[in-house]
């Protein structure tokens, strides 16, 4: 009996060796959203060499998400992305702490579920497979990519990634990004008469949305609004021409009544682009798990042929895309158990239907 807890003690020491090392490795690369091609081409040596069937599916002339299987039959399947948001920064660590970017969004994540994965296979479960997009952080192009896969239609329920404390998310809120424009006329600013400012006309559409009441849901929460980008002018001494500014609304209805609603409050002073929009989601509930609904959005909706999906990741969302951005080591641990019991449970159930949102 000591031999075979010896054994066992030793055999989760090298898996929390592995683990920690794989999520390093992961986050050593830079793989900042369009420069993904370097980390999708080691993930691909690493699941090659572990005995898996690796496929790189082609997204652009250097982006692919890989896609890997153990048969021909994956019900169940694993997947974040492999972009980051910039800047790169290296990992470093600490005896608690992982630092660095994709700590927890989501090269950590992506390290967990390769362990869980492997710890399954051991066990005998092979159903299941593993999917890592490219360009979560922009416009889920890689999601977007692979929903047509054929793969698709084998799935059955998809696990997918993001750092949500380790906690089983219910729901996510939706994403609409959207940039408004205005002009106005050129003149010299000693003479603000002879023009017409597009920068204050942009002031005052922006402040009339900041006092705009947008729908709050029960399940969902309230529906926000981050100007995150203001941009237009030409220089100091005149009346600027041109402005601009970048919007994300964090849906918690779907589209339409948000877009009117800005409509309405734009009235014509300026246009309104529209660059992205993923509308909320409620996921797949499991017993036994904590669970919450997160306000972020994921590349769940641009997937839906992949079977009932599910949410959960360790690290928490509040230091993703900090300078400070990390993952406690135990959190890491904590998550290779958690998808690990995801997988049993769901592959103990009888095969049903794709959930239709």
Known sequence: VRSNNRQLTIGCRKQMSDLLTLTKSL???????????????????????????????????????????????????????????????????????????????????????????????????????????????????????????????????????????????????????????????????????????????LLDILDDIRHTHFPHDDFFGATTVNIGTIDGGLALNVIPPRAEAGLLIRLTTKREPIEQALQSVVRGRGDIEVLSCSEPVKLHPVEGFTQKVVRFTTDIPHMPNWGKPLLLGPGSILVAHTKDEYVLKEDLETAVGLYGSLVRKLTATEVTEPAKE
């Open 27 to 201: 986050m050593a690369i830079p793989s900042v959203s369009g420069e993904e091609e370097a980390v999708g081409h080691f993930l691909r040596d690493h699941l090659t060499e572990l005995g898996w069937t690796v496929e790189l599916q082609p997204v652009s002339e250097n982006q692919n998400n890989v896609i890997a299987t153990l048969n021909d039959t994956p019900r169940v399947w694993m997947s974040t992305h492999m972009d980051t948001v910039p800047p790169f920064i290296a990992p470093t660590e600490d005896d608690e702490k992982i630092y660095g970017r994709g700590a927890c969004d989501a090269k950590g994540i992506i390290a967990a579920q390769i362990t869980a994965a492997e710890q399954l296979r051991k066990e005998g479960i092979t159903d299941i497979g593993l999917l890592y997009t490219v360009e979560e952080e922009r416009a889920s192009t890689g999601a977007k990519a692979v929903n047509g896969h054929p793969l698709a239609a084998k799935c059955e329920y998809m696990i997918n990634g993001e750092p949500t404390d380790n906690d089983l998310a219910i729901g996510s809120k939706g994403s609409f990004r959207l940039m408004i424009k205005t002009s106005g006329k050129a003149a010299h600013s000693a003479y603000p008469e002879e023009g017409d400012s597009a920068i204050e006309t």
